[in-house]
């Protein structure tokens, strides 16, 4: 509130503050800033604006760096309009066509004379009243501004309840905190199961600690969704960010509910809510509360996303069960293959009862989504990047359910390795598809292309190793 009001009463001074985000290096080098520039810094001699070439023929959104120009330009706008005044809409008029609302810039001159002077003199009023210190001058034309939009706005105007919602939902600020907590337990509780596993000593109160975090994650994390679904007047489910709190959301109450039974479960749910509380964390998509586009208004995409999702948890609590079995049967001592072939046997079995509702629920939200499409773009079926990845990821998962003809897959240690692997497929979908191949569906964000090769390049390598050596120790076992 005090920027904005800077940025309203004193431009001349905050356009030299070093505050507007720049999140590509591109852009930086450009700039010749760092990782924050001024607003005068967009400007060159003459006030000639240094994005306009960059910008004038419009962003391939597909493309990092015009992503990137794209939307340091945005920022560069959105200041231009505050400084002229544009983007105060804050009185609102009934007319024929419902209500309408006005600038102190907009031509008023078909308005009743006393509104229309109202909205245009009582900027300078407050302006004069910030020159002078004159606090509770400032406030009492802030309280006539708040009733003047209440009396005219009437249905219009956003009812108090969400504007509450909507300050508590700020308030609360859950992900950037409590990523960190879910990470760290669950690493923890992870480790203490796949040591727990090798060793053959199981406590069972230890094993129930990892419930604690998950049940605070899951209250957590619905009183934030609630929040944010009601201050915005639908679902939250239409960006990268609020997909990944679903997931996260999903996770905590699929581990919750089968945790006790499957102590696998609770540890894995706990790690794997972490990771996608990390990811929304990073600034993949701008997590700010907007409205609905036209495309997104229908009831198809909450039912098409909600099972997309949910089969996303599922397939990554498959993928950290086989993680936990590669790790076993790496670990695994001379003496113990008996009792390792049995554990690793028991982990497939729990892996199966994953895949099974994972490929039903992926079938069914991808089956949704063509009625949605159909809805939206009228067809069913246009072979977009994200509906192929989508089909060859229910390819690839559907494979290990036919084990009476592939008998590979009645191997265990191949069942873990395999369900490890598959799981590059859903992060090609989810991530590959948005932010490299583009598309309808594709969405871009602050999440740098770089740091995500660098992930996927460690994971994959830790991932290689793992199997490797589960491969190789099983392999002596057996001799």
Same mark, same amino acid.
């Given at each position: $509130?005090?920027?904005?009001?800077?940025?309203?009463?004193?431009?001349?001074?905050?356009?030299?503050?070093?505050?507007?985000?720049?999140?590509?290096?591109?852009?930086?080098?450009?700039?010749?800033s760092?990782?924050?520039?001024?607003?005068?810094?967009?400007?060159?001699?003459?006030?000639?604006?240094?994005?306009?070439?960059?910008?004038?023929?419009?962003?391939?959104?597909?493309?990092?760096?015009?992503?990137?120009?794209?939307? =340091?330009?945005?920022?560069?706008?959105?200041?231009? #309009?505050i400084?002229?005044?544009?983007?105060?809409?804050?009185?609102?008029?009934?007319?024929?066509?419902?209500?309408?609302?006005?600038?102190?810039?907009?031509?008023?001159?078909?308005?009743?004379?006393?509104?229309?002077?109202?909205i245009?003199?009582?900027?300078?009023? #407050?302006?004069?009243?910030?020159?002078?210190g004159?606090?509770?001058?400032?406030?009492?034309?802030?309280?006539?501004?708040?009733?003047?939009?209440?009396?005219?706005?009437a249905?219009?105007?956003?009812?108090?309840?969400?504007?509450?919602?909507?300050?508590?939902?700020?308030?609360?600020?859950?992900?950037?905190?409590?990523?960190?907590?879910?990470?760290?337990?669950?690493?923890?509780?992870?480790?203490?199961?796949?040591? &727990?596993?090798?060793? *053959?000593?199981?406590?069972?109160?230890?094993?129930?600690?990892?419930?604690?975090?998950?049940?605070?994650?899951?209250?957590l994390? !619905?009183? &934030?969704?609630?929040?944010?679904?009601?201050?915005?007047?639908?679902?939250?489910?239409?960006?990268?960010?609020?997909?990944?709190?679903?997931?996260s959301?999903?996770?905590?109450?699929?581990?919750?509910?089968?945790?006790?039974?499957?102590?696998?479960?609770?540890? &894995?749910?706990?790690? #794997?809510?972490?990771?996608?509380?990390?990811?929304?964390?990073?600034? #993949?998509?701008?997590?700010?509360?907007?409205?609905?586009?036209?495309?997104?208004?229908?009831?198809?995409?909450?039912?098409?996303?909600?099972l997309?999702?949910?089969?996303?948890?599922?397939?990554?609590?498959?993928?950290?069960?086989?993680?936990?079995?590669?790790?076993?049967?790496?670990?695994?001592?001379? *003496? !113990?293959?008996?009792?390792?072939?049995?554990?690793?046997a028991?982990?497939?079995?729990?892996?199966?009862?994953?895949?099974?509702?994972?490929?039903?629920?992926?079938?069914?939200?991808?089956?949704?989504?063509?009625?949605?499409?159909?809805?939206?773009?009228?067809? %069913?079926?246009?072979?977009?990047?994200? $509906?192929?990845?989508?089909?060859?990821?229910?390819?690839?998962?559907?494979?290990?359910?036919?084990?009476?003809?592939?008998?590979?897959?009645?191997?265990?240690?191949?069942?873990?390795?395999?369900?490890?692997?598959?799981?590059?497929?859903?992060?090609?979908?989810?991530?590959?598809?948005? %932010?490299?191949?583009? *598309?309808?569906? &594709? %969405?871009?964000g602050?999440?740098?292309?770089? %740091?995500?090769?660098?992930?996927?390049? =460690?994971?994959?390598?830790?991932?290689?190793?793992?199997?490797?050596?589960?491969?190789?120790?099983?392999?002596?076992?057996?001799?």
């Amino acid at each position: $509130e005090q920027v904005l009001a800077g940025w309203i009463f004193f431009p001349e001074q905050w356009q030299h503050e070093p505050m507007i985000r720049i999140k590509q290096d591109t852009v930086r080098k450009f700039l010749g800033s760092g990782a924050t520039a001024a607003l005068t810094d967009f400007f060159g001699p003459g006030r000639s604006y240094r994005l306009a070439e960059a910008v004038r023929h419009g962003a391939d959104r597909s493309d990092p760096a015009h992503r990137a120009f794209a939307e =340091a330009d945005e920022k560069i706008q959105l200041i231009a #309009m505050i400084q002229s005044g544009r983007v105060l809409r804050l009185f609102p008029e009934q007319g024929e066509n419902g209500t309408q609302w006005y600038a102190p810039t907009d031509p008023v001159r078909a308005l009743p004379k006393g509104d229309s002077v109202f909205i245009k003199g009582i900027f300078p009023l #407050m302006y004069e009243a910030v020159r002078n210190g004159d606090s509770d001058g400032l406030r009492g034309l802030i309280d006539k501004t708040a009733a003047f939009q209440r009396e005219r706005g009437a249905a219009g105007f956003l009812p108090e309840g969400r504007l509450k919602a909507e300050l508590l939902y700020n308030r609360l600020d859950a992900v950037p905190w409590l990523y960190r907590i879910d990470l760290c337990c669950g690493l923890l509780a992870f480790a203490y199961f796949v040591w &727990s596993l090798a060793s *053959g000593r199981r406590n069972r109160r230890i094993e129930r600690l990892s419930l604690v975090p998950l049940a605070g994650t899951a209250v957590l994390l !619905t009183v &934030s969704m609630t929040l944010r679904g009601y201050a915005a007047g639908h679902l939250p489910l239409s960006n990268g960010y609020e997909t990944m709190i679903f997931v996260s959301w999903c996770l905590s109450l699929l581990a919750l509910g089968i945790g006790r039974r499957f102590p696998i479960a609770a540890a &894995s749910g706990l790690l #794997m809510s972490g990771f996608t509380l990390l990811v929304a964390s990073l600034g #993949m998509a701008n997590p700010q509360i907007t409205p609905l586009v036209p495309v997104l208004r229908s009831p198809w995409l909450s039912l098409h996303v909600s099972l997309i999702m949910v089969s996303y948890a599922l397939l990554g609590l498959l993928m950290l069960n086989g993680t936990a079995a590669l790790a076993l049967a790496a670990a695994a001592r001379a *003496g !113990t293959a008996e009792r390792t072939s049995r554990t690793l046997a028991r982990l497939r079995l729990f892996g199966r009862l994953l895949l099974y509702p994972a490929v039903f629920l992926l079938t069914a939200g991808i089956f949704t989504g063509a009625v949605w499409a159909n809805a939206s773009w009228g067809r %069913y079926w246009g072979w977009d990047p994200k $509906e192929v990845w989508a089909l060859i990821t229910l390819i690839v998962y559907a494979l290990p359910l036919h084990e009476q003809s592939l008998a590979r897959f009645r191997r265990p240690l191949f069942f873990h390795a395999y369900t490890l692997w598959a799981f590059a497929a859903v992060l090609m979908t989810y991530f590959g598809v948005n %932010y490299f191949l583009g *598309g309808i569906h &594709s %969405y871009g964000g602050g999440f740098r292309p770089g %740091y995500a090769a660098a992930t996927v390049f =460690a994971a994959v390598t830790a991932f290689a190793l793992l199997t490797v050596a589960a491969l190789i120790r099983q392999r002596r076992m057996d001799t």
